[in-house]
């Protein structure tokens, strides 16, 4: 039976799923292809979950104990930043296609900051939920 901590990493790492999804979808839209992209999106969002999930964990973003800590919100954020390199060479390799360095800077950077706010959004409610349980 699940703990509530892995409950917990788990709706934390679909809503990073999730963010990461909207990502990619305004990515295609600010190009004007979101209506006419279909299965190509998944050239993007894959290689950017795959790298994440296998970036994230070694900065500890899925630590209960970083939650409630506002300190700790640079962790999601670097985090991308650190995978968006990755995630731009696995589509490089997917597509077979050249990886452009404006690509992996507004990747990484607006991805950073969609994972910001949605962690800022989990500090809230878990700060709030950790002041009237404790």
Do not use: C, K
């Not at 930043?81 to 800077?105: C, E, H, K, Q, T």
Request: hydrophobic share 55%.
């Amino acid at each position: 039976m699940p703990d509530a901590r892995s409950s917990r990493n788990y709706l934390l790492l679909v809503g990073d799923a999730l963010v990461l999804g909207i990502v990619t979808m305004a990515g295609f839209a600010s190009h004007g292809t979101l209506g006419t992209a279909g299965q190509r999106m998944l050239t993007t969002f894959i290689p950017l979950l795959v790298s994440w999930i296998l970036i994230a964990p070694h900065l500890r973003v899925f630590d209960r104990e970083q939650l409630g800590d506002w300190r700790q919100l640079w962790r999601p954020f670097w985090a991308m930043v650190l995978a968006a390199p990755m995630a731009a060479f696995l589509r490089g390799a997917m597509l077979g296609s050249p990886i452009l360095p404006i690509f992996v800077v507004v990747l990484g950077g607006i991805s950073a900051l969609a994972l910001l706010a949605w962690r800022v959004v989990v500090w809230f409610v878990q700060s709030r939920r950790d002041s009237r349980h404790g």
